[in-house]
């Protein structure tokens, strides 16, 4: 039972994987013997990154680049195969939020959180499928949100990359199943990173954040998500246990897209 999970042998990518939900869901994989590569947008996050992979007990290889850079993005995949070799797992993790009212948002500041959100995808599953289908086989995770499903103020750019990336996940499916590339997303819910601090900080008197309020109510859970609750979940789908499960969005929320909320 536990070789279906294992990854020994494998080597996966994951972008902006120098903390938060990258940093987890790449040390689980190691955990289960793949071997870590990661990136990151400059050099002082790639070195944080590899102290605390090291910190782990986990070697692994940390490169600089911009993933919405197609050429950077080429470039440094060339660079793996030769210094590691042919990539069997990719993790599209890297990702930004910004919360502005739609109406106030520069069309700019949209564009840079698509440019990171959906077309850095794009251009990571494109420089690594071929490889992958040479190889014979590759798993490409997507990090969605429950903002592939669902709406709420201020996140207008956001909800339509990571509703993209649900799409761009079964569309990837649905060209390469046939080489034997599985494509699946993971759906975090409220997951405690520096990425939702703002959504948590501490009130002037010491009490809660009303949105943190708003999520405790709104997860059936009743917590906020750690970092460690997808880690189980991406080396399923990371793992020859999910190989004929293809084009499909893993929700870890806590139970919040089955709930209607808190009655009055
Ligand atoms: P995070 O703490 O902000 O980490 C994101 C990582 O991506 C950072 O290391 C960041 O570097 C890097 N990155 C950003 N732009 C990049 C670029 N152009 N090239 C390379 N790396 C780049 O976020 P997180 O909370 O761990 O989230 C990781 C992923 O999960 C994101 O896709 C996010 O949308 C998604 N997600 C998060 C939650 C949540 O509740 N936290 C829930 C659902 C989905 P910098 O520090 O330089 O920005
Ligand atoms: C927000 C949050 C969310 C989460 C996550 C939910 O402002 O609503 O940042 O978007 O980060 O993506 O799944």
Not at 53 to 61: C, D, K, L, S, T
Not at 145 to 168: D, F, H, P
Not at 175 to 194: H, M, R
Request: proline share 4%; with cysteine.
């Amino acid at each position: 039972m536990e070789n279906m999970f294992s990854l020994q042998g494998k080597i996966a990518w994951i972008t902006g994987g120098s903390y938060g939900i990258g940093f987890a869901i790449a040390s689980g994989m190691a955990r289960a013997g793949a071997t870590i590569v990661f990136n990151d947008i400059n050099q002082e996050l790639v070195d944080k990154g590899l102290a605390a992979y090291q910190a782990e007990g986990i070697q692994a290889h940390g490169y600089v680049c911009d993933v919405t850079s197609e050429d950077a993005v080429q470039a440094l995949v060339a660079r793996v195969q030769q210094e590691v070799g042919v990539i069997d797992i990719l993790v599209n993790n890297a990702g930004i939020i910004k919360r502005i009212p739609m109406i106030e948002m520069s069309a700019a500041d949209f564009r840079k959180v698509i440019d990171v959100d959906l077309n850095a995808p794009f251009i990571c599953a494109k420089a690594v499928i071929p490889a992958m289908i040479e190889k014979g086989h590759g798993k490409i995770i997507n990090i969605c949100s429950m903002m592939s499903e669902l709406g709420r103020e201020t996140v207008s750019a956001y909800a339509a990359a990571k509703g993209g990336l649900k799409m761009l996940t079964r569309n990837i499916c649905s060209e390469y199943g046939d080489k034997n590339i599985q494509c699946n997303g993971i759906g975090p819910g409220y997951i405690a990173t520096p990425q939702t601090a703002p959504l948590r900080e501490r009130q002037a008197d010491g009490s809660r954040h009303p949105f943190d309020q708003f999520i405790i109510a709104k997860t059936p859970a009743g917590r906020w998500g750690n970092t460690e609750d997808l880690v189980g979940p991406a080396v399923f789908l990371a793992s020859e246990a999910s190989n004929f499960v293809n084009g499909h969005i893993l929700y870890v929320d806590g139970g919040i897209l089955a709930y209607i909320g808190k009655q009055p």
